[in-house]
Nanobody, 123 residues
Framework: QVQLGESGGGLVQAGGSLRLSCAASGRTFSNYTMGWFRQAPGMHREFVAAITWRGGSRYYTDSVKGRFTISKDSAKNTLYLQMNSLEPGDTALYYC????????????????WGRGTQVTVSS
């Protein structure tokens, strides 16, 4: 059974940093693209960042470029999101997702999803 488990969320002041982790289990993800999405209250879920597990190609939404960095540890089957210079607008529930198709994942069509970890940025 495939499981994606997010951790690392919390409350931080504007300008601060957090690192999210997503532990993946239940299968090998070498042919997958994995990524992060977020959903703020009353808003649609939006794409944040993604990385191809094999080649390491990275994708970011414009609003986080230069502030967030996505990375992976293949040996640990773990995905990370380093978030710096956090802003109140980054407040959301952050989800980890995986898909065989990069195009599908970037469209929000993941094959697997975690349950999310809450990030709250105070002003």
């Amino acid at each position: 059974q495939v499981q994606l488990g997010e951790s690392g969320g919390g409350l931080v002041q504007a300008g601060g940093s957090l690192r999210l982790s997503c532990a993946a289990s239940g299968r090998t993800f070498s042919n997958y693209t994995m990524g992060w999405f977020r959903q703020a209250p009353g808003m649609h879920r939006e794409f944040v960042a993604a990385i191809t597990w094999r080649g390491g190609s990275r994708y970011y939404t414009d609003s986080v470029k230069g502030r967030f960095t996505i990375s992976k540890d293949s040996a640990k089957n773990t995905l990370y999101l380093q978030m710096n210079s956090l802003e109140p607008g980054d407040t959301a529930l952050y989800y980890c997702a995986a898909a065989v198709s990069s195009a599908n994942l970037l469209r929000g069509q993941g094959d697997y999803w975690g349950r999310g970890t809450q990030v709250t940025v105070s002003s």
